[in-house]
């Protein structure tokens, strides 16, 4: 067994993982997993540049985040970020933050390597459900979407990652508590022209198996499986149908925030955003008619901890 701790921060949250894992006996064990919502790409669509505040909250728990690794006795910590990272001109500040505290250089991954990761913490913990088929991995994110496409056994054939992810719809489109048709109708068609291009390089088409990762995915599936509180060993391998995706992300897109908070499965940190988070798997089951989702707990933070082993 080799403990590892795995850090991914990407637009909405930063996680860690702690994790045993026997890369022989394909075994990962949770030891710690632990999210806190810092909104780092908060305003990054339009500014091009972290906030103070926000690189504050991201800081903050980064110490948090150190604390567990210290008593963990870990022997490898990679930290790991995705697209709001890869878009600011104030990137040093937040590399130099996180190695002060951490002790590791952050990795400023590509939209590739976030895909490839995406697929791995997937497929290893759907493997026996995936089979033989070719699968669609789609990883909603808060500032960017990975498609990937790919099998268990020889891995992923194609990716593709694009700039549309839950925080950037919503800042970009959907500002209002609730949407109007001019935003809903202006965040369709952002949507639909980067699912079309995933489209072109990944081949939705030769693909039997659609499987929806991260927050907005886990969330529209908790809503549509009507549990009163969020239960990730329920929402993990659930299958979702097309017609529950679109009934949650009308729902959700009509509800004010007060009234999305108030649903037992939302976190706190989601409530201003799922709104685009559904919206995007909504249209990427239509554009590849895809008749049910697949859904997965583990996701790119389970594939860097394999990385480590």
């Known amino acids: 067994m080799t403990r590892v701790a795995a850090i991914d921060c990407g637009t909405n949250s930063i996680r860690l993982l702690i994790a045993d894992i026997d890369r022989g006996a394909g075994d990962l064990v949770d030891v710690v997993r632990l999210m806190e919502t810092v909104r780092l790409g908060e305003g990054v669509d339009l500014s091009g540049e972290f906030s103070q505040s926000a690189l504050d909250r ?14 963990a006795e870990v022997e490898a910590i990679k930290f790991v970020a995705t697209s709001a990272s890869r878009d600011v001109r104030n990137r040093d500040q937040f590399i130099d933050g996180v190695r002060e505290r951490l002790g590791v250089e952050p990795e400023v991954i590509t939209g590739d390597t976030e895909a490839q990761f995406s697929f791995t913490g997937a497929v290893r913990s759907l493997g ?20 990937v496409r790919g099998q268990v056994s020889s891995g992923v054939a194609a990716a593709r990652s694009v700039d549309i992810g839950c925080v950037r719809m919503t800042e970009r489109h959907l500002r209002d508590d609730r949407p109007d ?11 639909d ?14 693909a039997q198996t659609l499987v ?6 886990t969330t529209v599936a908790a809503i549509a499986l009507e549990l009163a509180e969020y239960d990730a060993d329920v929402i993990h391998g659930s299958r979702i149908s097309a017609a529950d995706v679109t009934f949650v992300t009308q729902r959700l897109l009509s509800m004010t925030r007060a009234d999305r908070a ?14 685009g988070g559904a919206l995007i798997l909504d249209r990427n089951m ?12 583990h996701d790119i933070l389970d594939g860097i901890a394999w990385s480590l082993a």
Request: proline share 2%; hydrophobic share 45%.
């Open 58 to 71: 991201t800081f903050a728990a980064c110490d948090a985040y150190a604390r567990h690794i210290g008593s």
């Open 128 to 147: 026996r459900v995936i089979g033989t088929n070719t699968a669609l991995v789609v990883d909603i994110g808060g500032g960017s979407t990975e498609f």
């Open 181 to 191: 048709p001019d935003q809903l109708a202006a965040t369709i068609a952002d949507v």
């Open 193 to 206: 022209a980067a699912v079309a291009s995933a489209n072109d390089a990944v081949e939705f088409g030769a």
């Open 212 to 217: 929806g990762l991260a927050g907005s995915v």
């Open 262 to 275: 108030r649903l037992g499965v939302m976190h706190p940190g989601r409530v201003d955003v799922i709104g």
């Open 286 to 297: 239509k554009a590849g008619g895809f008749t049910e989702v697949l859904v997965s707990e």
